[in-house]
């Protein structure tokens, strides 16, 4: 089993920046990707970024060149930094890991509000 806790969603301007944290403790070892997904209301969960333990990345069309997905392997931490962002990146924000057995484990969410 693995555990996922996130951090430092907000409430940010149009312009501005965010970093979110998630922190996965338990059977680390089996994870093989990390990534962010967001769901927004009416909407459905959509990718956002994800990178493998081999640190390959992958972004979503509409976050390439602002957001950076990046990870600290000593600390067990995958984070997201957000920079201009946008209103309609507005969502709860959810990280995610996949196992070696294509199982998938969620964090909470964080609610992420960019202003106008």
């Known amino acids: 089993q693995v555990q996922l806790v996130e951090s430092g969603g907000g409430l940010v301007q149009a312009g501005g920046s965010l970093r979110l944290s998630c922190a996965a403790s338990?059977?680390?070892?089996?994870?093989?990707?990390m990534g962010w997904y967001r769901q927004a209301p009416g909407n459905q969960r959509e990718l956002v970024a994800v990178i493998t333990s081999g640190g390959m990345t992958n972004y979503a069309d509409s976050v390439k060149g602002r957001f950076t997905i990046s990870r600290d392997s000593a600390k067990n931490t995958v984070y997201l930094q957000m920079n201009s962002l946008k209103p309609e990146d507005t969502a709860v924000y959810y990280c995610?890991?996949?196992?070696?057995?294509?199982?998938?484990?969620w964090g909470q969410g964080t609610q992420v509000t960019v202003s106008s």
């Open positions: 338990g059977s680390i070892v089996s994870i093989n990707a």
């Open positions: 995610n890991a996949g196992d070696v057995w294509k199982r998938d484990y």
